[in-house]
């Protein structure tokens, strides 16, 4: 897997968007990028994938860098609910990392 | 409903007593495997399981035995528990998918964990 480097943890405010950045500069040409969530202690919980173009589906966006070294997930309107450790991995998904503990306020 | 199912949720042991947790997918996957999390160290894989009778280790794989006798069952063994193996674990199944010439995407499906203590 491509060794990838988060924030340990970022703060957002309810209803306001949350930007996630992920650097990833070793992925390789055919590697996808992938963002899971985990609230509390739960099992891991995909969220979204890309290799090349942004992608958008009902949970957030995720926005690729032209040369795919690093990669934004987006949460549009953030909620409490949206509080979790979001990981950024790319590869084969063999080792998730620590994470960015993200905290919505209210 | 697909899912990935683990047992015990809870245990609580003591050194030397061997135990199996449990795991299961209803979703006809290949892959399955295990990982487990400590405080500031991630997940880690445990081992993982590309089909039936074929399994092989991952980062973290002394202590630890598995066996995959059916596609849908991956149970994990600990023959002589220690404290060092006091954890969270999860199993995890994937689905695979390969478009055109990119290479392989996977989406993995966790189970809700097993937090095992070892005295």
């Known amino acids: 897997d491509a060794k990838t480097t988060q924030p340990t943890s970022m703060d957002c405010a309810e209803g306001r968007a949350a930007n996630l950045p992920c650097n990833h500069s070793?992925?390789?040409?055919?590697?996808?990028v992938y963002w899971y969530r985990q609230i509390h202690s739960q099992g891991p919980q995909y969220i979204i994938h890309g290799l090349k173009n942004n992608e958008t589906n009902e949970m957030a966006s995720l926005i690729i860098t032209e040369d795919r070294k690093s990669s934004t997930l987006i949460l549009p309107h953030a909620t409490l609910r949206d509080t979790a450790v979001y990981y950024c991995?790319?590869?084969?998904?063999?080792?998730f990392g620590t994470g960015t503990s993200l905290t919505v306020i209210p | 409903e697909a899912q990935v199912t683990q047992n015990p949720r809870y245990l609580i042991t003591v050194t030397g007593k061997k135990l199996t947790v449990t795991c299961s997918q209803n979703m006809n996957h290949e892959y399955m495997s295990w990982y487990r999390q400590d405080p500031g160290l991630g997940l880690r894989q445990i081992y993982y399981s590309m089909n039936v009778e074929v399994t092989d280790k991952g980062d973290v794989p002394e202590g630890y035995k598995v066996s995959r006798k059916e596609k849908r069952n991956f149970p994990l063994i600990l023959e002589s528990p220690s404290p060092n193996q006091t954890s969270l674990y999860f199993c995890?199944?994937?689905?695979?998918?390969?478009?055109?010439?990119?290479?392989?995407?996977?989406?993995?499906?966790f189970g809700p964990g097993t937090r095992l203590t070892v005295t």
């Open positions: 070793t992925i390789s040409g055919n590697e996808y």
């Open positions: 995890a199944s994937r689905r695979a998918w390969r478009p055109g010439l990119a290479g392989w995407g996977y989406e993995q499906y």
């Open positions: 991995i790319a590869g084969n998904q063999f080792y």
